[in-house]
């Protein structure tokens, strides 16, 4: 059957007649899960399963952000408290084995805990770059502060979640690090000359380019687009994401409801696929702003449904995995890695 290009929120533990009514009618291609739609494991089970019969599409992707540390959809008591990135790249220091071994091990167990639910991708890894002075948006999320470790945090989360049959999802490209606001709330342009930009931000996602799916920032960066964010610049998306970073994926947009985009929600959904943007990605759950996106949505075809199909067939199955086992050794080296900075 085919999808719109659009992935949806919903608004809360259940779906009510008008969220069936309006999946039946409307095809996204994906659902995205937050704090608002999570009871019991035994009820988030029943809302994934929910979505994808209403939707008849058995496959449908269903994602969720679980980063660990501040971003964590799931969480106690049901669900195991995960570190935030910080103290991979804390223990990474130290040893940089060992700080990847962490990595992986965090993203598996977490892996573990979304295949139980039938939830299939997680909007992780970050390859953001922070720097001095930037907005906490980022923050301890991120991997550290030099590209190259960055990457290869990255890639060994990947690797974890991949291990347990779970999709990546790379954000936020090029890069939120430098931004000075939280763009839930306004839009921050990042001055920087593009040179440094290539040799900092945009070289952390290099070599994350093969990944599956990527998630754009709402972030202007003046020196190749001083008009846009990345999200609605088709100069940002042409030369630099799918230019110089080189990423080849599925490109969704970040929340299409965020207060750093301009204009009604129609607006900004036009916005991101004149841009060059293969999917939106809508959060909040709110029906009447769920419709504008789907009235400015095509139907997923040509490059982006091609990306998107590659992306789903990159599913693994989970490998053997002794859940236990895992947990004491990420909370030996979480332990170790908190007597490293104290």
Excluded at 9 to 28: K, M, N
Excluded at 180 to 198: G, I
Excluded at 243 to 261: C, K, R, T
């Amino acid at each position: 059957m085919s999808t719109r290009a659009f992935i949806t929120g919903v608004s809360g533990t259940e779906l009510t007649a008008a969220e069936r009514e309006f999946i039946r009618a409307e095809r996204p291609w994906g659902f995205i899960l937050f704090k608002r739609n999570i009871a019991t494991p035994a009820q988030v089970a029943a809302l994934v399963a929910e979505l994808r019969a209403v939707a008849n599409a058995p496959d449908a992707p269903v994602l969720i952000d679980q980063e660990g540390g501040r971003v964590q959809r799931l969480g106690p008591p049901h669900w195991p408290v995960y570190p935030p990135g910080a103290v991979f790249a804390n223990l990474y220091d130290s040893d940089s084995a060992l700080g990847l071994t962490a990595a992986r091990l965090s993203a598996r167990l977490i892996a573990a805990d979304l295949a139980d639910l039938g939830i299939t991708v997680d909007c992780l890894p970050l390859a953001d770059v922070p720097v001095q002075g930037a907005d906490a948006v980022i923050g301890n999320r991120a991997y550290g502060t030099e590209p190259g470790k960055v990457a290869a945090i990255a890639r060994a989360v990947t690797e974890g979640l991949e291990q347990g049959g779970v999709l990546p999802v790379l954000k936020h490209i090029p890069g939120h690090g430098r931004a000075t606001a939280d763009t839930h709330f306004q839009l921050p342009t990042v001055d920087t000359p593009r040179d440094e930009l290539e040799r900092t931000d945009f070289a952390a996602f290099k070599p994350l380019a093969d990944l599956p799916m990527a998630m754009t920032a709402h972030v202007v960066f003046s020196a190749v687009d001083p008009a846009h964010p990345a999200t609605t610049s088709a100069t940002m998306i042409a030369q630099v994401i799918r230019g110089a970073i080189g990423f080849q994926g599925l490109l969704m947009s970040d929340d299409v409801s965020m207060n750093a985009l301009a204009g009604s929600i129609a607006d900004r959904t036009r916005a991101i696929f004149a841009a060059g943007c293969d999917m939106a990605l809508h959060c909040n759950g709110n029906i009447e702003e769920m419709r504008e996106v789907a009235g400015q949505t095509p139907e997923l075809s040509g490059k982006a449904l091609e990306r998107a199909t590659a992306a789903l067939a990159a599913r693994k199955a989970p490998q053997p995995f002794d859940r236990a086992a895992a947990r004491a050794e990420l909370d030996a080296l979480i332990a170790r890695a908190n007597t490293a900075s104290a």
